[in-house]
């Protein structure tokens, strides 16, 4: 089993809807990300968690909103879904300064 | 502002030629330097992780460097195979801000028969 998973791999959604995209890991670490990634513009960060009641915005985190509701998962939510955030999304982990985990992606469109 | 910058952007070489990427950065205060592989459709997965006094690092194939004093690292692959074609990028850790990441956009590799 992979140490980072997300669900769905694949969506495909309406403009308006909200959708919510699943992370969990079996790292045991503390920290959880998730990021967004864009042909040409490389990975952007969105929120970040360093503990199960810690929230934090990244970069671009407008439009997005993030619940860790235990220290093994992180979710991210899109309420009302644009075009825009048409992308490829992964979560990691991290265990303070020691390497990112990342998971297998989520490949989101929004039509 | 922190930043990462990769050259080239996109490189073809044929199977067996070697090859260096190169990542520049102005990154403060620096903790170390990651090299990640990653493949079409698949999340990044950590290749070498330089720190502050470490010159270079081998994984197999892959050879990292860095030099702190002109903030720049390169990623050497020797005798390329099919399955080197990917992305790679280079992230730097610093010893503050967010999530401490600060990630170049990638150099991406084709490997040709």
New interface residues.
């Given amino acids: 089993d992979a140490d980072v998973t997300q669900t769905p791999r694949n969506r495909i959604t309406k403009t308006g809807k909200r959708i919510m995209l699943e992370c969990s890991q079996t790292k045991g670490h503390d920290r959880m990300y998730w990021y967004r990634q864009d042909p040409g513009l490389g990975l952007r960060l969105i929120y970040y968690s360093f503990d199960v009641k810690d929230i934090n915005k990244g970069e671009i985190s407008d439009g997005y909103s993030v619940s860790r509701q235990a220290q093994a998962k992180f979710s991210l939510s899109l309420e009302s879904a644009i075009p825009n955030q048409t992308a490829l999304y992964f979560c990691a982990t991290s265990g303070g300064n020691t390497e990112a985990f990342f998971g297998q992606g989520t490949r989101l469109t929004v039509v | 502002k922190n930043q990462v910058e990769q050259s080239p952007q996109s490189l073809i070489i044929l199977e067996g030629k070697n090859c260096t990427l190169q990542c520049n950065y102005t990154v403060s205060p620096f903790?170390?330097l990651?090299w990640y592989k990653q493949d079409t459709?698949?999340?990044?997965?950590?290749l070498t992780?330089m720190t502050f006094s470490e010159n270079t690092k081998s994984n197999g194939r892959y050879t990292a460097t860095l030099d702190a004093d002109t903030k720049q690292s390169s990623l050497h692959i020797t005798a390329s195979q099919l399955s080197d074609s990917a992305s790679y990028?280079c992230?730097v850790?610093s010893g503050g801000g967010?999530?401490?990441?600060t990630?170049?956009?990638?150099t991406h590799l084709i490997i040709q028969p």
Avoid at chain 2, 103 to 106: E, L, N, R, T, V
């Fill in positions: 903790s170390n990651r459709g698949r999340g990044p997965v950590s992780i990028i992230v850790r967010a999530d401490g990441l990630f170049g956009k990638g």
